[in-house]
């Protein structure tokens, strides 16, 4: 059986709508590569309109062993 990975994402806008959904990639490479891109484009105060941010990279096979994870939160996000 070939492996999928799976790149779960959430943000949270700052009027408190989520948005939210499960990308299906064919390698662990494409599902870092997306990983990256979503918390580069919102995470880190990088979007003003969004204050919660939530990644995660599983795949079809370890039976739900997340292999990847960062959560960020504008609240806990340090003073700059």
Not at 1 to 9: G, L, S, T, V, Y
Not at 48 to 60: E, G, K, L
Request: proline residues 1%; contains cysteine; negative net charge.
């Amino acid at each position: 059986m070939e492996n999928k990975f799976f790149m779960h994402r959430i943000k949270r806008s700052t009027n408190g709508i989520f948005d939210k959904g499960i990308e299906v990639k064919d390698s662990f490479d494409e599902a870092k590569q997306s990983y990256h891109a979503y918390l580069g484009a919102y995470a880190y105060g990088h979007d003003a309109n969004t204050d919660y941010v939530s990644c995660m990279i599983t795949d079809q096979l370890s039976s739900g062993l997340v292999l990847m994870q960062e959560t960020w939160h504008k609240a806990e996000a340090p003073a700059e």
